[in-house]
Nanobody
Framework: QVQLVESGGGLVQAGGSLRLSCAASGRTFSSDGMGWFRQAPGKEREFVAAISPNGISTFYVDAVKGRFVISRDNAKNSVYLQMNSLKPEDTAVYYC????????????????WGQGTQVTVSS
C-alpha cells in the first residue's frame, strides 16, 4: 500500500524558515513527478510546487517563487520543501503529492497524497 508521510511542520514567526519532508513507501516514485499543495481554512487546496522525476525541472506558484525550494532524493524516495521568509499568509496544512497525470497544478490529477502537516506563521 502506498503511503506518503509528511513531517517538519510547526509554528514559526514571520520571516522564519521551515523544511518539510515527505517520505514515500509502498512503491518507488523515481519515475514520477512529486509536489506540494496547501490548504488554508475555508479555502480550496492550492498548488505550491512540483518537481520532475529527475529533479531538474521545478515549478512554483507565483506567491512562493524566490522563497520556497522543492527538491527530491530518489534514493530515499522522498521530496522536500524548504520554506524561507515565511509570511502569515503561508499558514495552511501542507500536503505532499505524487504521480501526476495531467495538469500538475490541479489536485485532481495527482494519484497519491499524504495526510498533511500544519504550518502556522505568526506575525
Amino acid at each position: 500500500q502506498v503511503q506518503l508521510v509528511e513531517s517538519g511542520g510547526g509554528l514559526v514567526q514571520a520571516g522564519g524558515s521551515l523544511r518539510l519532508s515527505c517520505a514515500a513507501s509502498g512503491r518507488t516514485f523515481s519515475s514520477d513527478g512529486m509536489g506540494w499543495f496547501r490548504q488554508a481554512p475555508g479555502k480550496e487546496r492550492e498548488f505550491v510546487a512540483a518537481i520532475s522525476p529527475n529533479g531538474i525541472s521545478t515549478f512554483y506558484v507565483d506567491a512562493v517563487k524566490g522563497r520556497f525550494v522543492i527538491s527530491r532524493d530518489n534514493a530515499k524516495n522522498s521530496v522536500y520543501l524548504q520554506m524561507n521568509s515565511l509570511k502569515p499568509e503561508d499558514t495552511a496544512v501542507y500536503y505532499c503529492a505524487a504521480d501526476a497525470d495531467g495538469n500538475y497544478r490541479l489536485p485532481e490529477f495527482w494519484a497519491h497524497w499524504g495526510q498533511g502537516t500544519q504550518v502556522t506563521v505568526s506575525s
